[in-house]
């Protein structure tokens, strides 16, 4: 722990909020880094599935909220979305000095006090400001579009209010530090999301597969990928699971083969070994592109979100600029991925590193508890 958290957290009683813990991904990879950062600080979340979340966080402070005992929830939290405004609107932390939310949905809006409440944004409420997008993503019918319309207005107006009351927004890219200004006209900072580099290195050489590990859902656009590999008639391996995975597999032909979740250290060797790792849906950040970089690997990336922060076009990686089939194909076909130096990608990667992380959020919060 460096000399600036633990100043901070020696003098300061923080809380740290996040939206739900009932599933990993990138929202989960930073609460491990502000757990690590500030250990001694409880957690205050809507649900908490001891049973499905690693062994680690059973060692954690966690505080949840009454929406812990509804039927079903933790496999199937979308369904209560309504409600989350409502369990953390409740939650009255004011009682702290410093209260972190690491938000994507409503945990920002706890009550807080005179605490000083900053906002890690992951990014303003997906389905509440895009919600067109997202109800095309979830093919909802038009029916259920129609009906759920006035309660997302509903939700909007919420979500908004509750982030006037925010002391000071992070942004983990550019793209979200834009969304948080249309949609909430507040300023913000960007603060790249932790990555851990040190677990991931480069091979001597490398195989001829493209490599894919993500969650198998609807946004992270996989189906374009298993399109264009389709027609490419090339390797493509993808790691991790979702309620996509039956569809893709069906879709998928055969120099396309699907493992499931994978361990770390067979995700460092995939990453590794891979020709080069593909992103082909818009994200906010995307660590797993970093990840491929440390690990020596160029990405081919849709040129949009996170990517932009992360992804150096000709030097680390290439872009293509239309989320299409084509443009994935066009892309692959003129990117030779033996022109990248991996050093390159490594040096790149580092930029984002957790220490740095640690050290440009710690500093953050001191300068705004006033030293």
């Not at 740290?16 to 929202?27: E, K």
């Not at 609460?31 to 600080?41: I, N, Q, S």
């Not at 030779?336 to 040096?347: I, L």
Request: glycine share 8%; hydrophobic share 45%; proline share 6%.
């Amino acid at each position: 722990m460096n000399e600036a958290v633990k100043t901070i957290q020696d003098d300061v009683r923080i809380a740290l909020v996040h939206d739900w813990l009932n599933q990993m991904g990138g929202a989960e990879d930073v609460l491990e880094a502000l757990v690590g950062m500030f250990p001694r600080a409880p957690i205050y979340t809507s649900i908490y599935w001891r049973a499905g979340m690693p062994q680690a966080y059973q060692g954690w402070d966690v505080r949840t909220t009454w929406m812990d005992r509804l039927p079903a929830i933790y496999r199937h939290h979308p369904w209560y979305f309504p409600l989350y405004p409502l369990a953390f609107g409740r939650r009255d932390l004011s009682g702290y000095d410093v209260v972190l939310s690491n938000k994507s949905g409503f945990c920002h809006g706890v009550r807080t006090g005179d605490a000083l409440h900053i906002c890690y944004c992951l990014t303003p409420t997906r389905y509440v400001w895009d919600f067109d997008a997202y109800a095309a993503r979830e093919a909802l019918p038009a029916v259920l579009k129609a009906l759920l319309r006035p309660l997302v207005a509903r939700l909007r107006r919420w979500d908004y209010a509750a982030a006037q009351r925010v002391d000071h927004f992070v942004a983990i890219s550019h793209e979200v530090q834009a969304r948080i200004h249309r949609f909430y006209g507040r300023e913000s900072t960007v603060i790249y999301p932790p990555v851990d580099t040190d677990r991931f290195h480069p091979a001597p050489d490398h195989d001829d597969y493209y490599f894919i590990v993500s969650r198998l859902v609807p946004y992270r656009r996989i189906d374009l990928a298993v399109q264009a590999f389709n027609e490419l008639k090339l390797p493509l391996v993808i790691a991790g699971d979702g309620r996509d995975r039956e569809a893709l597999e069906k879709m998928a032909g055969p120099t396309i083969s699907f493992l499931g979740r994978v361990s770390d250290a067979e995700l460092g060797r995939l990453l590794a070994r891979c020709r080069a790792y593909v992103l082909p849906g818009e994200e906010d950040f995307g660590i797993a592109p970093l990840q491929a970089q440390a690990a020596g690997r160029p990405v081919i990336a849709y040129g949009a979100g996170g990517a932009l922060d992360t992804v150096i076009e000709g030097q680390t990686g290439t872009l293509f600029r239309a989320r299409t089939v084509d443009a994935l194909v066009a892309a692959v076909r003129a990117f030779d991925p033996e022109a990248v130096d991996p050093r390159a990608c490594v040096q790149s990667a580092a930029r984002f590193d957790r220490d740095v992380f640690h050290e440009t959020l710690s500093d953050f919060v001191r300068s705004h508890l006033g030293g």
